[in-house]
């Protein structure tokens, strides 16, 4: 089965900046939509960011707008998350997502069938 592998995460200070990476284990025909969530400790997951296949359109949650920037890489199953600013309110296990039919930018897990196994993003104080 086609696993989403992500890569990047590590510990920061705040003010500070991460890349997390995304790539499929193995070719996945078609994503025209791609994303990152997150889940902090004791909270419920949440929508971070959203990429349409040809990276010309983007979605974010408010709570990252300005600070965090997803972008396609090459090949084009393979997406990138820039955090800059980082604020220890942004720590979380930081999971990437696939949807090999939504095309929607969508915010909702139930929109995506593929997902990683989750990097861990701490920001210190």
């Known amino acids: 089965q086609v696993k989403l592998v992500e890569s990047g995460g590590g510990l920061v200070q705040a003010g500070g900046s991460l890349r997390l990476s995304c790539t499929p284990s193995?070719?996945?025909?078609?994503?025209?939509?791609m994303g990152w969530f997150r889940q902090a400790p004791g909270k419920d997951h949440e929508f971070v960011a959203a990429?349409?296949?040809?990276?010309?359109?983007?979605n974010y949650a408010d709570s990252v707008k300005g600070r965090f920037t997803i972008s396609r890489g090459n090949p084009r199953n393979t997406i990138h998350l820039q955090m800059n600013s980082l604020k220890p309110g942004d720590t979380a296990v930081y999971y990437c997502?696939?949807?090999?039919?939504?095309?929607?930018?969508?915010?909702?897990?139930?929109?995506?069938?593929?997902w990683g196994q989750g990097t861990q993003v701490t920001v210190s104080s």
């Open positions: 997502a696939a949807s090999t039919w939504a095309t929607n930018l969508s915010s909702q897990r139930h929109e995506y069938n593929y």
């Open positions: 193995e070719a996945i025909f078609s994503t025209p939509t």
């Open positions: 990429i349409t296949w040809s990276g010309g359109s983007t």
